[in-house]
Nanobody, 134 residues
C-alpha cells in the first residue's frame, strides 16, 4: 500500500508563495503517474499538476510534467527521485487557490495528462490545507 506524507500547507496572503511536499513510499514500480489535486470548499476535486514517471526507460527516463488549467502558469512541480518526493511550488497565490491539496498516485504513466482524471488515481494522501487570505 502506498503511503504519503504531505506537508507545506498553511495560511498565506494573496500574492504570496508556498511549497508543498509529498514523500511517498510502498510503491515498487518504475512506471506510474504522481501528482497534485486540490479541492476547494463546496467544489469537486480537480487536478493541478502531475508527473508521468518511467524511471526504467532507456529511451526516455526523464519524468514528464503536465499542468492543468487550474495551475494557471503559477505553479511548478518538481521531483527528488532519490527521496521519492514531489513538490509543488506555488507563487502569486490567489484566494481561489484555497483548498485542500492532495498528493495522488496512478498505476500508469499515461494517467498523467493535462486533464488529470481523478478516477485514474487509486492512491491518495491525507491532504494539506492551503488558505489564501488577507
Amino acid at each position: 500500500q502506498v503511503q504519503f506524507v504531505e506537508s507545506g500547507g498553511g495560511l498565506v496572503q494573496p500574492g504570496g508563495s508556498l511549497r508543498l511536499s509529498c514523500a511517498y513510499s510502498g510503491f515498487t514500480s518504475d512506471y506510474y503517474a504522481i501528482g497534485w489535486f486540490r479541492q476547494a470548499p463546496g467544489k469537486e476535486r480537480e487536478g493541478v499538476s502531475c508527473f508521468s514517471v518511467s524511471d526504467a526507460s532507456i529511451r526516455d527516463p526523464e519524468p514528464r510534467a503536465r499542468y492543468a488549467d487550474s495551475a494557471g502558469g503559477r505553479f511548478t512541480i518538481s521531483r527528488d527521485k532519490a527521496k521519492s518526493t514531489i513538490y509543488l511550488q506555488m507563487t502569486n497565490l490567489k484566494p481561489e487557490d484555497t483548498g485542500v491539496y492532495y498528493c495522488a498516485l496512478a498505476p500508469r504513466p499515461y494517467h498523467c495528462t493535462r486533464l488529470m482524471d481523478r478516477t485514474d488515481y487509486d492512491n491518495w494522501g491525507q491532504g494539506t490545507l492551503v488558505t489564501v487570505s488577507s
